[in-house]
């Protein structure tokens, strides 16, 4: 029979189909099971309404066969196979899908059909320089062969088959310089990108595999008798067939849970908290999760990669698809399955549409209540999950302008300097006096140093509670945030401000303790100006502090920018010229103050320039910074001692 060209389109088309759409060669074993399982389907669908098909759901399987010495790979299927009308439509005819045609066709009913593209077929081309197709349509008498060696067309001829289905007969390119080919025939190779794509495709896989057995031992056996092996053949199921997520809860253990996490994502301990979600409706999925007991070892670096893996209709389509997720939430690790999302042409990523983020939205609500529902349920396990991963969460409440801080805030926890353990926001709230104005933190590098700082010591000694910040994101996380939510004395919902205890004003003070404070810098101001100048534009202001009892002196800030801000910032590339406007505050009532204005009112400027540098650096060391000149500031110590 002369040879067919390919219907409405060129070879330039066809050439793109073969060449450029797919970026991974194996995804064509993926593409040719999953038209098998469409062709079962329809057999299987039909088989429900017509008893004289004869074939229960047992009854199907897909078929792989190897032939290395000819380098002939095969994929087989007893499904509804297809007349000579049906190969020249469906092969003949770039693009068009009879999956498709069927679905459409049947639109109402509950009908899981993989392919919708018609182009998954011609991925074969990428593998083989020829390809055969025998098929046999159900309830026809005569069977038919096509056959191509790509876009010159191809070749429709008569065939002998004995029952209904289709084998698709690849032979496989010899391997080049570029390209090896000899994976797509080798054993391990098939049964690897099989698992990999195809594990959870409904219909049992099966291929002849080569194993090894001990021979019978004879009887009687000699005294020198050594056991003696065999190599033989058995057909081997290769896929799992029926996906973990789409059974009911009930019916799964925890251990088959963790179990199945551990092999799919190759991790050593069990998961920290099991997620399975299924919705129907405006999103159709099923999704299990899991959020990990301990972080990977790249995960707060540039290498890590988030994502879970993403199923069409128990097909992989991506390993790990990041749009799933929200960046706070990418320690979470999973599968989502849906036969309702807008995939390209290859079937190898997603288009961005409205059913991604329904799914995604819907993800985000559920890990939020899950991970909520640990901390409620099993503080315990929750803290040790925030050790890992809460650093994360407090990233994605500051991040984006603090657009998800209303859906974090209820996750975080900080330390207590009261409580002397991990609390929640709503925690320290619900134990707040009434008259507290103020959330009070510290932030630092430490806890112990940050409990005795003076401003914290004056806090806690109102009874109130400090919360110890100690990461570098912490304190941006609550700037962002400003407040939370908090019930006045009448009930009404109402919010409660965060406040540094370095801040200016920490509405402690009374107005008389105010005004006394405002009336000794008028006061001093003589001497507060000639510190000022002699400290060179290193603080913005030098004032009485209400803030101190014991100290001489701190530091505190004016404005958004805090100390603690300022250190952080300063490590980022191109920040060094950020600076927080600090406050220079001294204690009337210590001894040092006597000593320097006893110094300025003797017009011993030196010495007022001396005690100001000390003062500062003080208060530096105090607040966790480095001193300006270390060698100065020990010498001007030393002096003090002689």
Not at 88 to 101: F, K, Y
Not at 193 to 214: G, L, N, T, W
Not at 348 to 354: A, F, S, T
Not at 453 to 465: C, H, I, M, R, S
Request: net charge negative.
């Amino acid at each position: 029979m002369a040879k067919k060209e390919f219907q409405a389109e060129s070879k330039k088309l066809m050439d793109m189909m073969i060449n450029s759409i797919y970026t991974n060669k194996e995804i064509f074993l993926r593409e040719l099971i999953s038209n098998a399982s469409d062709a079962i389907d329809k057999l299987y669908y039909k088989s429900l309404t017509d008893p004289s098909v004869g074939m229960n759901k047992g009854d199907f399987r897909i078929l792989l066969t190897r032939d290395k010495d000819n380098r002939l790979l095969t994929v087989s299927d007893n499904g509804i196979g297809m007349t000579k009308e049906e190969l020249e439509q469906n092969l003949g005819t770039i693009a068009h899908s009879g999956s498709l045609d069927f679905k459409k066709d049947n639109k109402d009913e509950n009908i899981d059909i993989i392919g919708q593209f018609g182009v998954g077929f011609y991925s074969a081309f990428m593998v083989a320089d020829k390809v055969t197709v025998i098929s046999k349509a159900y309830g026809a008498d005569e069977a038919w062969q096509w056959e191509s060696s790509g876009a010159d067309g191809y070749e429709l001829t008569p065939a002998e088959k004995e029952t209904a289905g289709t084998d698709i007969i690849l032979h496989i390119k010899d391997s080049t310089d570029t390209d090896n080919y000899e994976n797509f025939l080798d054993e391990y190779g098939i049964v690897a990108i099989v698992k990999k794509y195809s594990d959870y495709v409904r219909y049992p896989i099966q291929m002849e595999r080569e194993k090894s057995r001990q021979k019978p031992e004879p009887d009687p056996k000699p005294d020198d008798y050594k056991p003696e092996w065999e190599t033989y053949t058995e057909l081997e199921t290769l896929n799992s067939m029926v996906p973990i997520w789409k059974k009911q809860k009930s019916e799964v253990t925890e251990e088959e849970y963790a179990n199945f996490y551990k092999d799919k994502f190759n991790d050593y301990s069990d998961p920290a908290r099991v997620i399975v979600s299924r919705t129907e409706g405006t999103a159709n999925y099923n999704a299990l999760l899991f959020v990990p007991s301990h972080r990977p070892y790249d995960f707060y670096t540039k290498e890590y990669e988030k994502g879970l893996a993403l199923y069409a209709s128990g097909v992989l389509i991506m390993e790990k698809c990041a749009d799933l997720l929200p960046d706070y939430f990418s320690f979470v690790k999973g599968i989502v399955d849906s036969q309702d999302l807008s995939l390209n042409i290859s079937r190898e990523m997603l288009q961005k549409d409205n059913q991604l983020k329904l799914i995604h939205n819907a993800l985000e609500k559920k890990i939020k209540n899950e991970l909520h529902s640990m901390l409620v349920n099993d503080r315990e396990k929750y803290e040790a999950f925030w050790k890992e991963f809460g650093r994360q969460i407090k990233f994605g409440a500051y991040s984006d302008y603090g657009m998800h801080a209303e859906l974090l805030r209820d996750l975080l926890l900080f330390w207590s300097a009261k409580e002397q353990k991990m609390v929640t926001l709503q925690e320290y709230v619900d134990k707040m006096p009434a008259e507290q104005k103020f959330i009070y933190f510290a932030a630092g590098d430490s806890t112990d140093r940050l409990a005795k700082l003076p401003a914290a010591e004056l806090v806690l000694d109102k009874g109130y509670d400090v919360l110890l910040l100690t990461e570098d994101v912490d304190e941006f996380c609550l700037q962002i945030m400003r407040s939370y939510p908090r019930k006045d004395a009448e009930g009404k919902d109402g919010t409660v401000e965060f406040k540094n205890v370095n801040s200016g004003d920490l509405g402690l003070e009374t107005e008389d303790e105010k005004k006394a404070a405002e009336d000794a810098t008028a006061e001093n101001k003589p001497l507060f100006d000639a510190m000022k100048d002699a400290l060179d534009g290193k603080v913005k202001e030098v004032k009485v502090s209400t803030r101190l009892k014991d100290h001489p002196v701190c530091l505190s800030a004016d404005g958004p920018l805090s100390i603690e801000m300022e250190k952080v910032l300063s490590k980022q590339p191109g920040s060094e010229g950020v600076k927080s406007d600090k406050v220079l505050e001294l204690n009337i009532n210590h001894p040092v103050f006597a000593v320097l204005k006893a110094a300025q009112e003797a017009g011993d400027t030196d010495k007022v320039k001396k005690y100001s540098s000390l003062l500062y650096a003080q208060a530096q060391l105090i607040e966790g910074l480095p001193v300006d000149d270390p060698a100065a500031y020990a010498e001007a110590v030393c002096s003090l001692m002689k």
